[in-house]
Every structure is written in structure tokens, then in C-alpha cells.
Nanobody, 133 residues
Framework: QVQLVESGGGSVQAGESLRLSCALS??????????MGWFRQAPGKERVGIAA????????ILDDSLKGRFTVSQDKAKNIMYLQMNSLKPEDTATYYC????????????????????????WGKGTQVTVSS
């Protein structure tokens, strides 16, 4: 079955960086455009989409509040999506999840926010990121 495995989380000090990876396997080959996304869920809060990438053409979208610090990218040959997180802040503390599904319309603003959860059928188990001040 489709499998997504996140890695790269950890405990860091404010201002430091982390790179999260999401390895995808067994996704069925299809002509339909596929997207992958990053989500995060802080304790007591809802899961929210923060980034997405089209595996077809590499187009991306990122939460406006994270631009300048976070970057989403992919290694298409290895089926891995990355989230580079720089200048981390305590408010970035959360469990980070990746997800994937078909996206015939490509990435767009609808892939950011709480509503983005409904766009994906396949999920990883998450990786914890803790940022201390």
C-alpha cells in the first residue's frame, strides 16, 4: 500500500535549522498530477497545511507566514519531499506530517490551511519538532 515516512525531526534551539524528509513508496503510477504536502499540528490545535508541491512540475505553495524561513522541495527520482526549516521559533513546535494524493488542478492556495486536510488520502505518521527558546 502507499507508504509515507517522515524523518528529520528533533529538538533544537530557537534560530537553528532542521530539514524534514518525506519518503513515498508504492504510489500507483497514474497520468493524473500528484501533489505532496506538509502539515503541522501543535498540541491542542488542528492540523494545518503549510506547504505543497506538484511532483509533476515541482511547482510549490507555502504558507505566507513561513516564507523566508521554510522551503519545500523534492527529489523526484527518489520520491522524497523535503521541508527546509531555518530560523526556527518556539511557535514552530509541532508534529509535522506529510501527505499525498492526486491533484488534477495542481497546487494552489487551497492547499494551505485547515481545509487542506481533506485534499489528501494518504498520510505519514509524523515527526516531532520541538524548538526551545
Amino acid at each position: 500500500q502507499v507508504q509515507l515516512v517522515e524523518s528529520g525531526g528533533g529538538s533544537v534551539q530557537a534560530g537553528e535549522s532542521l530539514r524534514l524528509s518525506c519518503a513515498l513508496s508504492n504510489y500507483p503510477r497514474t497520468r493524473t498530477e500528484q501533489c505532496m504536502g506538509w502539515f503541522r499540528q501543535a498540541p491542542g490545535k488542528e492540523r494545518v497545511g503549510i506547504a505543497a508541491i506538484s511532483t509533476k512540475d515541482g511547482s510549490t505553495i507555502l504558507d505566507d507566514s513561513l516564507k523566508g524561513r521554510f522551503t519545500v522541495s523534492q527529489d523526484k527520482a527518489k520520491n522524497i519531499m523535503y521541508l527546509q526549516m531555518n530560523s526556527l521559533k518556539p511557535e514552530d513546535t509541532a508534529t509535522y506530517y506529510c501527505a499525498t494524493d492526486a491533484c488534477p488542478g495542481g497546487v494552489g492556495s487551497w492547499y494551505i490551511g485547515i481545509g487542506a486536510v481533506a485534499l489528501y488520502a494518504y498520510w505519514g505518521k509524523g515527526t516531532q519538532v520541538t524548538v526551545s527558546s
